[in-house]
């Protein structure tokens, strides 16, 4: 089946948080809204039949994943990474965002110490202050228009310090982002093990969020981080859901990979009657992704590197005094604005006011954000192309 993915559909009056609410979190009712990472695209036709054939069974009670949904998850896992998982390692969570609050629970004592990476993704700041541990910046460097990571920093957070109630093995756990929201970078495998190197030596868990996985430009391959070594395997919390890939953020549904024995009863003893599982929907929802989407994915990721494209030559050509941190994946853009001269508070108004887009605000993401916008592009072009037409007027109106 040949989607259009050109065509606008209207998202409003659906309680949708992306175009609903709007006049509530932004203040104008007129904005684009290219902010929270859901896509501006009808999700892939076996998804929606699946679905329409679940709901006429009218009954909706407790639920179960069988094997054939815990097979889809294994299966994809073999067919997109040659990554090989054993079904009991799968933890079903009802999204990622409370699986990473598990996990860093389930990790940490409180007083404890997690790494991230700023700018990182913000809610993984709650969920390290939440569990009453502290926060450690590993910030990643920009050279030459490309993020990378600072290892030799990284040993450095390990390191007790003298003067300090910081004491060695303070630091439980990583969070990790690859491919890496906001700024888009698919890390490679010798940088993956670079760093996962550095957190089994100092005995810390790896939380590798890998939402993003499958939303890649072309040319790039996904490594997760447990199908680096045994060593690696054994020392993770993989995060994985079919939520990005297929546009499926408002069903819930996120698989859990936990090879270590002890590491997964933590976990799943920590989530006991707080976090539910997902519903029956999220599952069919999931399986059938799974099994029967990548037609539609092809495509998503076709018109995805379009407007990616689109927007690289729009900037280059009319805006240059934005800059994009390339992505290697996500469909969210990293727009460095520091050109523009603004406070970041000015930055964020001038977009809001003057070019009436509603983008995330890159300080929202860290300190290190400040200066930085991020914009979601998974959207039809003609949204794209009119949000970019409002951004640069308000530019030239400078
Ligand atoms: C890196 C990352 N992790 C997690 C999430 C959200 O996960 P969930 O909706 O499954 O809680 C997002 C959504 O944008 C994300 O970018």
Redesign the pocket.
């Known amino acids: 089946m040949i989607y259009d993915f050109d065509q606008v559909c209207d998202r409003t009056k659906t309680d949708c948080l992306k175009w609903d609410m709007v006049q509530s979190i932004f203040g104008h009712d007129d904005l684009i809204p290219m902010w929270?990472?859901?896509m501006d695209f009808p999700v892939a036709q076996p998804i929606i039949d699946a679905l329409k054939k679940r709901a006429e069974h009218p009954f909706y009670g407790y639920t179960k994943p069988g094997k054939s949904v815990i097979d889809s998850v294994i299966e994809r896992m073999w067919r997109k990474f040659k990554w090989k998982i054993k079904p009991e390692w799968v933890v079903f969570?009802?999204?990622?965002?409370?699986?990473?609050n598990v996990a860093i629970r389930s990790l940490t004592h409180p007083g404890d110490e997690v790494i991230l990476q700023e700018p990182a993704?913000h809610?993984?700041f709650p969920a390290v202050t939440n569990s009453g541990c502290q926060i450690i910046n590993n910030g990643l460097k920009l050279t030459n228009g490309c993020y990378e990571m600072d290892y030799d920093d990284l040993e450095r957070k390990f390191q007790p310090k003298t003067g300090r109630l910081r004491g060695p093995g303070r630091v439980k756990t990583i969070v990790f982002?690859n491919?890496?929201?906001?700024v888009g970078r698919l890390w490679k495998r010798e940088e993956i093990i670079r760093m996962g190197e550095i957190a089994i030596q100092n005995g810390a868990v790896v939380i590798s969020?890998e939402?993003?996985c499958e939303i890649l430009f072309d040319g790039y391959q996904h490594t997760p981080f447990a199908s680096i070594s045994k060593e690696f395997e054994q020392n993770c919390i993989i995060?994985m859901?079919p939520?990005?890939t297929f546009n499926l953020?408002g069903l819930?549904?996120?698989s859990i990979i936990i090879p270590n024995r002890k590491l997964r009863e933590d976990f799943i003893s920590m989530q006991s009657g707080i976090v539910p599982s997902p519903t029956l929907f999220g599952y069919t929802a999931m399986e059938t992704a799974y099994r029967y989407g990548d037609e539609w994915l092809e495509q998503i990721l076709d018109y995805l590197q379009g407007n990616l494209d689109f927007l690289l030559e729009y900037l280059e050509k009319k805006i240059p005094d934005i800059k994009v941190i390339k992505p290697q994946g996500?469909y969210?853009i990293w727009l460095d604005c520091r050109e523009l001269g603004m406070d970041k508070l000015v930055l964020s108004s001038f977009m809001l006011d003057k070019a009436k887009v509603g983008l995330e605000d890159g300080f929202i993401f860290g300190e290190a954000g400040s200066g930085f916008m991020r914009m979601n592009i998974g959207c039809p072009r003609s949204i794209l192309k009119e949000a970019l037409i409002r951004i640069e007027s308000a530019v030239n109106s400078l």
Do not use: E, M, Q, R
């Open positions: 929270v990472a859901d969570t009802p999204g990622v965002v409370p699986a990473l993704y809610p993984f982002c491919p890496h929201n906001p969020d939402i993003h995060c859901a939520s990005k953020a819930d549904v996120s996500t969210l």
